[in-house]
């Protein structure tokens, strides 16, 4: 998996969000903020990481069990899916 073209991750004032620029703005309008997980989730995904490499990115990062990271985890990347962020 991989985020499309179009969606930064930029930190604004101690706080991440993602937005879209260019053409990926006609098609989603508005931004995403991102918690710090989040944050280790989506710099991953810009590396094409697929959902065990995530799953293994926020183990660890984070003192959590993989099946906690496995459920967060699949839940971002359906949120992401259904945003049409995702390629």
Same mark, same amino acid.
């Given at each position: 998996m991989k985020i499309k073209n179009g969606f930064?991750?930029?930190?604004?004032? +101690? !706080?991440?969000? /993602?937005? #879209?620029? +260019?053409? &990926? !703005? #006609?098609?989603?309008?508005?931004?995403i903020t991102l918690n710090e997980t989040g944050v280790v989730i989506w710099k991953a995904l810009e590396k094409g #990481?697929?959902?065990?490499?995530? /799953? &293994?990115a926020v183990t660890a990062e984070y003192d959590i069990d993989r099946e906690t990271a496995a459920r967060d985890v699949s839940l971002f990347v359906e949120k992401c899916k259904k945003a049409g962020i995702l390629e």
């Open positions: 930064m991750l930029r930190e604004v004032a +101690g !706080s991440y969000i /993602v937005v #879209a620029v +260019g053409k &990926a !703005s #006609a098609q989603f309008n508005g931004l #990481a697929d959902e065990n490499e995530l /799953v &293994a």
